[in-house]
Each structure stands twice: as structure tokens, then as C-alpha cells.
């Protein structure tokens, strides 16, 4: 397996990730991993995606992972309208490669980054497959904060908002959540193929937003419930062992 650093420029931001290559002989069906809304300081113990990558590549996949704006090692705010663009240009810069099989070009998005990848899908067709994991429906950013200021001060407090000056518009950057609502989007998927993952005891996404998701999208579509498992999927064995099992079938490996 090979590790190829990567550094794209977006609005002016500089978004870092990592690009996990099987070998360099061939292309490859390829997966690109959205990670969530960060909920906290970031624990310096936790290797984030970079296990997640470690686990898909070697069954034959090119896996590419990042960080949106606001997040790790990438520059400015969190900001959802800006997450679509960054992903957007990491799909651009994924299908300009050798190495990347544009026909299978999956992606795995987990919570923010689940309804994010659904919105990207729905309007972009070099988009082969969506697997959305703790994917919500649309955000009740209410369990986080009452308004969007308190919103912006508790993104500042752990270091998603990072500029004094941003956002320009307090309302205006609220309502990029209220765009980006994965219900609004999931059926315009179809007919290329859908699973959602959520687990039977996610403390923050309800299960109830996976059926509903299910209920609106068109096939082929799955539903897998992890009996058991909370919010943060990655960390499930079984929900990976499932995501992995379907990327195999759907997307089949080059080698």
C-alpha cells in the first residue's frame, strides 16, 4: 500500500488529506471517506480515518481521506456550503488521476459528512455509489446550542471556527445547514446504488432518520441497523465489516 499526501486549494483554503493507493500498476474503484461535524477538541490518541483507510485499501480499493474546512490539518471555518465545495474539488482532483477508476467512485460519508456526501451525489453523476453511515435526515442543531450565535460560540471553543471576522453573517451561515438536509436530496441518488448504516443506539442521530432516508430514496437501496452500536461508526467492527462487504459487491476490486 502506498501513501500519497495531498493538498488542495478551495476558496482560497488549503484542505490536506491522504490518498491510499493499493499499488501503482493500475486504476483502481475508488472511496472517498467524509468524516462529521467535529463534536469536540480532538483527542492527540485518535488516529481518525487513517484506520478506517487502512482497513478498506487493502481490499483493492484506492481510499482517499481529508479533512472538510474547519477540521484537522485543513485551513478556515467550518461552514457547510463550504464543505460541499471542498468535496466537490476533491472529486475533481480524484478523476483527473490515473490511479482512480472513474466508473467506481464511491462515497463514505459519517454524520455531516454522510448528509454532505448525499448532497454532492445528488448532483454530481462521476458519483458511483453512497454509503452514508449515522447519516442525519436534516440537522437539529437545537441539542447543540438555542441560536446561531451560541452555534458559532461553541464551534470557536473547540477550534472549528478559527477566525474572529467569520462568519460574516450569523444567519447566512446557519442556513447552510438548513440547505444541506440529506431528506431533500436522498431520492435524486437513484439509480445508482445507496446504503445506510446507522446503529440501534446512536445517542445522536435517532435511528428513525435512517428509516426515514430509506423510506424516501429510490433502489437499489439497503438499510443496515447495528444492533447495539452508537453514533460513531468507524469505531463499530460490524458496521465496518457491513460497509466493506457492499463497497466489494458493488464496486468490485481491480486485483
Excluded at 54 to 73: D, Q
Excluded at 121 to 146: G, H, M, N, T, Y
Excluded at 218 to 226: D, F, N, R, T, W
Aim: charged share 20%; hydrophobic share 40%.
Amino acid at each position: 500500500m502506498q501513501l500519497k499526501p495531498v493538498t488542495l486549494e478551495v476558496d482560497g483554503i488549503n484542505i490536506a488529506g491522504q490518498l491510499y493507493l493499493p499499488g501503482s500498476d493500475m486504476s483502481y474503484p475508488t472511496v472517498c471517506a467524509c468524516h462529521g461535524i467535529p463534536a469536540g477538541i480532538p483527542d492527540p490518541t485518535d488516529r481518525g480515518y487513517a484506520s478506517l483507510a487502512e482497513k478498506i485499501s487493502p481490499h483493492g480499493f484506492a481510499v482517499l481521506i481529508f479533512n472538510f474546512r474547519g477540521a484537522g490539518a485543513s485551513g478556515g471555518n467550518l461552514d457547510m456550503l463550504g464543505w460541499t465545495r471542498d468535496l466537490k474539488a476533491v472529486i475533481d482532483y480524484l478523476c483527473a488521476l490515473p490511479q482512480v477508476d472513474n466508473s467506481c467512485l464511491s462515497l463514505l460519508g459519517f454524520s455531516g459528512g454522510a448528509a454532505v456526501s448525499v448532497y454532492a451525489a445528488a448532483q454530481d453523476k462521476r458519483v458511483s455509489a453512497v454509503v452514508a453511515c449515522a447519516c442525519p435526515a436534516e440537522f437539529d442543531l437545537a441539542d447543540i446550542a438555542d441560536s446561531p450565535g451560541s452555534l458559532i460560540d461553541h464551534f470557536r471553543s473547540i477550534g472549528a471556527i478559527r477566525d474572529d471576522d467569520f462568519p460574516a453573517s450569523a444567519k447566512g451561515w446557519f442556513n447552510g445547514f438548513e440547505l444541506v438536509r440529506p431528506i431533500d436530496y436522498i431520492n435524486q441518488i437513484s439509480p445508482r446504488p445507496l446504503l445506510l448504516v446507522h446503529g440501534s443506539q446512536d445517542e445522536t442521530v435517532n435511528v428513525s432518520h435512517a428509516r426515514r432516508l430509506y423510506a424516501q430514496a429510490g433502489e437499489p437501496k439497503q438499510l443496515a441497523i447495528v444492533e447495539g452500536a452508537g453514533h460513531r461508526l468507524r469505531h463499530s467492527e460490524a458496521a465496518l465489516e457491513i460497509v466493506i462487504d457492499w463497497l466489494k459487491a458493488h464496486t468490485p476490486p481491480s486485483v
